[in-house]
């Protein structure tokens, strides 16, 4: 055997003796997402258990470095863990924005002390982190933000107000953009981390239409941030921002499109058998997806190899968006009356409405999509502008 095909079945044989039968039932709702933390709250012994046990082996992030946690195995060998993870339906261990945003980021920007001291957290699952960047009046255009750090010596005092600040109410640190210096729009702004418990930081949560919301309201009166907790070079946050902002599209690009999700047409087969028109729209659906799943793979093969287009990520966060938006609009038709219960235990609590309005935030969150067509029009087409 190769040493990949040794690889392969050895992964193989421990993923089958240590997932508990638990973690490979499809994910219901947002409490099977494991997100640790500070005070994590585990829905269950076995979610737990298969954090600690992938953590403890650096399969939460398998290609960061050993030395941040990780377990350093080489793009290929990732790409075998995700095959058979998805082979026997396992879950992700862990869900974290330190890992799909911050922790590359990290990776590229940070010095070696805020590396083996943050990513070496992020892997085990010990930090929960939230995203400043949104502000009112300042969401796609983020070189527009007001929150300033005014530079005291040894650290900066920091005013501001965040807004769409997901999680931040349950959030343990924020990477946040602050304007270092008002005289300079783009070389200006500054990528600071700090605790959110540090005095001055407050959340309020802020409620959509679904009745529910991962959002939040983020305000900063005084907060004092010492010096050593900026990633990368004064004034020149913004370079850290969007290389971190390729990474959050990539992420919101698969929400609701996992590969171990069933077939939408498979799950409604007996609903649309009479309705000709609902089941071509279902297979069409099922097609699109297959056809997204193939090329995510192709993405994450070349960002992985360092050959992915710079834009990848804009075109991936549209069209993942898109279809998780299109799959909830078939649930909702799919269940007819029934998908508009909204509170009694036997609808859970109406997650379908919920979760099909809470879809309506995807194509706004993480830059819209007429702001994803704007670049993969420019950046990847080449079209002319306007």
Not at 73 to 93: A, F, G, H, N, V
Not at 95 to 113: N, Q, R, V, Y
Not at 306 to 334: C, D, F, Q
Request: aromatic letters at 10%; proline letters at 5%.
């Amino acid at each position: 055997m190769s040493d990949l095909e040794t690889f392969r079945a050895e992964t193989r044989a421990w993923l089958e003796a240590n997932c508990p039968h638990e973690m490979r039932e499809p994910v219901r709702d947002e409490t099977d997402a494991c997100w640790g933390g500070r005070n994590p709250k585990f829905k269950s012994p076995a979610q737990k258990q298969w954090m600690d046990v992938m953590a403890a082996r650096g399969w939460t992030v398998p290609d960061w470095p050993k030395a941040y946690g990780g377990a350093g195995l080489t793009p290929e060998e990732s790409k075998i863990l995700r095959q058979e993870m998805q082979s026997l339906k396992c879950r992700s261990p862990l869900s974290s924005f330190g890992i799909w945003m911050l922790g590359p980021a990290l990776l590229k920007f940070g010095t070696e002390d805020q590396k083996v001291h943050y990513l070496n957290q992020i892997a085990r699952g010990e930090i929960r982190w939230c995203q400043g960047y949104s502000e009112p009046g300042s969401g796609s255009d983020l070189v527009s933000m007001q929150t300033f750090g005014e530079d005291k010596g040894d650290h900066w005092v920091v005013n501001g107000q965040k807004i769409w600040t997901s999680y931040a109410d349950k959030a343990d640190w924020i990477f946040c953009l602050v304007r270092t210096d008002k005289t300079n729009k783009y070389q200006g702004i500054s990528f600071l981390l700090f605790d959110m418990t540090t005095p001055g930081v407050t959340t309020k949560p802020i409620l959509l239409i679904s009745g529910n919301s991962p959002f939040c309201e983020t305000f900063f009166d005084n907060v004092v941030v010492p010096k050593t907790q900026i990633v990368g070079e004064l004034n020149r946050g913004w370079d850290v921002a969007k290389y971190l902002l390729g990474h959050e599209r990539e992420m919101i690009s698969g929400g609701g499109l996992g590969t171990d999700m069933m077939s939408i047409g498979a799950q409604y087969k007996a609903t649309a058998e009479n309705e000709p028109v609902l089941r071509a729209d279902m297979a069409d659906f099922d097609v699109e997806v297959m056809a997204f799943r193939a090329m995510s793979e192709k993405f994450v093969d070349e960002m992985k190899a360092g050959k992915g287009h710079p834009a990848g990520a804009n075109m991936m966060k549209y069209v993942g968006t898109e279809l998780n938006k299109r799959r909830h609009e078939l649930i909702m038709s799919a269940d007819g009356s029934d998908a508009l219960e909204w509170e009694s235990g036997e609808s859970r609590g109406g997650a379908k409405p919920r979760g099909w309005l809470r879809t309506k935030a995807n194509s706004i969150e993480g830059g819209t999509s007429e702001v994803m067509l704007g670049v993969v029009a420019k950046r990847i087409l080449d079209l002319p502008g306007a």
